[in-house]
């Protein structure tokens, strides 16, 4: 691993390694923080916070001393986002009579939920749409009151999917993760918690069995 760093300079840098025959991006950042720092982004770069004014020298030996670090999680990054895409690839959407047909199945599944609970919990959402997203299961708007769920909670079973609607649908009572929030979901779907687990655990023995 070759590495060059500007002992003066606050910009961004770049440096590469090279693994398994593939060429990873070492990004370094000079930052106003009090010590050095390193994480593993998605495809496999390594991201490192450097304190202003720190030297060259300890910049580079910090990334030397850590290399069999940045290898192994590197390793579990990559694998985490692999296994992680081929669960939602359960779902395929790139054509247009795929996401049609899932746009049909959502609609007939969630928008009952939708109905049941809002009028249960005395609120009505403005709007209710769907999107491919991964990143979340769904989520509200509350400055225009709109609610939007992923097309990927096809994968998830009923149950699940009803408290992500439960969910969605609280926060047009309380926008925030609180108290009330919870309280909220306690008395409108008391199985909550159960349900997240069960949706981390059906995410990750899927991945599993890949």
């Known amino acids: 691993m070759s590495i060059t760093i500007p002992s003066t300079s606050t910009i961004v840098f770049f440096a590469s390694q090279m693994n398994n025959n593939a060429e990873h991006r070492i990004q370094v950042t000079y930052r106003w923080t009090s010590r050095l720092s390193m994480r593993i ?14 030297s060259r020298d300890k910049v580079m030996a910090f990334i030397e001393e850590h290399k069999d ?3 192994e999680a590197r390793k579990k990054t990559l694998e985490r986002h692999r296994q992680r895409a081929a669960f939602f690839n359960k779902l395929p959407l790139t054509t247009r009579a795929q ?19 809002a009028k249960e919990m005395g609120v009505q959402p403005s ?20 609610i939007y769920f992923s097309s990927y909670v096809l994968l998830l079973p009923e149950w699940c999917v009803e408290h992500v609607v439960v969910h969605e649908l609280c926060h047009l009572l309380e926008p925030s993760h609180n108290a009330r929030f919870h309280a909220l979901m306690d008395k409108y779907f008391p199985r909550w918690r159960e349900a997240r687990k069960e949706t981390h655990r059906i995410q990750k023995s899927s991945n599993n069995s890949i």
């Open 127 to 146: 709007r209710v749409y769907y999107k491919s997203t991964i990143s979340r299961w769904g989520q509200c708007n509350i400055k225009d009151r709109s």
């Open 69 to 71: 670090w940045i290898n």
């Open 99 to 117: 996401a049609d047909e899932a746009l049909k199945r959502l609609k007939a599944l969630v928008e009952p939920m939708v109905e049941r609970h």
């Open 41 to 54: 982004v998605k495809n496999g770069d390594v991201h490192v916070s450097a304190p202003v004014g720190m």
